[in-house]
């Protein structure tokens, strides 16, 4: 086993930078590991290929992306007040190793699958808590001061990360421990090659790191960190009861007796509502008036459908106007204001989607809630009545 020496950063931090240096040139490692993936990696050396606008479009996972996106930007919001590009550490390490003609080990798990294994081991109110933290977020970000010499002390991250873990004990099991386990699996491997190894990872690993070494029998199987985990089928399941109930509200309301009228009522509203909120919170992403209108049409037969969701017809009607393009991705990336981001055509698109599916979700809760009193009718006595007509009728068929 070779000789492992840990240094702790914060990734805008001006001291981190000048702390990784000295300890190269201190330590002389023959592999300096930093907490990178070899995507990160080849973003931090200007070589990433950028995804097609295309493939974003087709995998429909505006949601993550936006999510994605807006934690990228709350990084470097904190990293241009304190003067600091993020990752500057971890670019400083790979270039002063590389100076040296020391190896570079990269010992992070791919951020796709951190990414997909965070958000799918999300519970629905995890995801619900989550939105209304990035909103508050970034809503106050100008207005915080960060001391990020301070972020790195050790109370500080353990409190972080208790009220990490009091607010998603799940997401925190996917960005923190397995990432924990995966680094120190990584580590342990270079150390049988290595005689010295310097480790370059976020102070807020090095605790979890530093046990499972000090204990490797406790380290999980590689295996179960790298396989995708199976989503909830919140979604699917949400959407089967939505169209369950709407399909028994229309058969209680034929049965009941209370006529034609109240039925096509119960229609019209079920389009109004569906099509009015999701055109709204799509002019609120500021989409244009032909996707917001996109929207309103398909709204209604989206929702009774979980396959499909209305913010996707009105993203693509986005792109075909906003026309997004390659160059995208690397304007979200440097953007330094929310404003500026919402002028990427990209940006704009992805935020209409998943604004949209928003106004949509909305619609199907408010119709449940307010239908009944907008047809003036006794939910208890339609449905008692039309249940009871349905059975004299089924008896009747049989």
């Given amino acids: 086993m070779g000789e492992i020496r840990i240094v702790g950063t914060a990734h805008v931090s001006k001291e981190s930078v000048r702390e990784v240096r000295e300890a190269i040139a201190e330590f002389s490692p023959d592999v300096v590991a930093v907490e990178l993936d070899a995507a990160r990696y080849t973003g931090l050396k200007k070589q990433a290929q950028e995804a097609s606008v295309e493939s974003v479009l087709e995998a429909k996972t505006f949601t993550q992306l936006l999510v994605q996106w807006i934690l990228a930007y709350l990084q470097r919001r904190i990293g241009l007040d304190v003067g600091v ?3 500057a550490e971890m670019k400083a390490a ?9 190896r570079v080990g990269l010992i992070d798990r791919d951020i796709r699958i951190t990414l997909r294994r965070f958000w799918q081991s999300l519970s629905f109110f995890e995801k619900i808590r989550m939105f209304y933290a990035l909103a ?4 106050s970000i100008d207005e915080q001061e960060f001391d990020v010499e301070e972020l790195k002390k050790q109370d500080v991250i353990a409190l972080a990360m208790e009220e990490f873990r009091r607010f998603s004990p799940n997401g925190a099991r996917a960005l923190i421990d ?3 386990a995966y680094l120190a699996h990584q580590i342990k491997k270079l150390s049988l090659s290595h005689e010295r190894i310097l480790v370059v990872i976020g102070a807020g690993h090095m605790e979890g790191v530093n046990r499972y070494l000090a204990n490797p029998m406790s380290l999980p199987p590689i295996e179960s960190l790298t396989t995708e ?5 919140w979604g699917l399941i949400f959407g089967a009861i939505v169209t369950f109930l ?6 209680a309301i034929v049965f009941s007796g209370v006529g034609i009228e109240v039925l096509i009522t119960a229609l019209l509203y079920w389009v109004l509502i569906h099509g009015l909120l999701t055109a709204a919170f799509t002019l609120i992403a500021r989409g244009h008036p032909l996707s917001a209108l996109t929207g309103f049409a398909v709204s209604w037969f989206t929702a009774l459908n979980p396959l499909i969701a209305a913010g996707w017809f009105a993203a693509i009607v986005e792109a075909k106007i906003r026309k997004p393009g390659p160059g995208d991705f690397a304007r979200i990336s440097r953007a330094e204001t929310l404003s500026e981001m919402m002028e990427i055509p990209l940006f704009r698109v992805v935020v209409v989607a998943a604004m949209a599916n928003v106004g949509s979700t909305l619609g199907t809760i408010f119709y449940f809630i307010f239908i009944f009193p907008i047809l003036g009718i006794d939910p208890g006595i339609l449905i008692t009545q039309g249940l009871s007509n ?9």
């Fill in 246 to 251: 709407f399909i028994f509200l229309l058969a």
């Fill in 136 to 139: 508050v977020s970034v809503v």
């Fill in 390 to 398: 349905m059975w004299v009728a089924i008896q009747g068929i049989f």
């Fill in 229 to 233: 985990v199976k989503s909830r089928p």
């Fill in 85 to 87: 590009e993020p990752g």
């Fill in 178 to 180: 397995e990432r924990d």
């Fill in 94 to 102: 790979v270039e002063e190793a590389e100076a040296r003609g020391i």
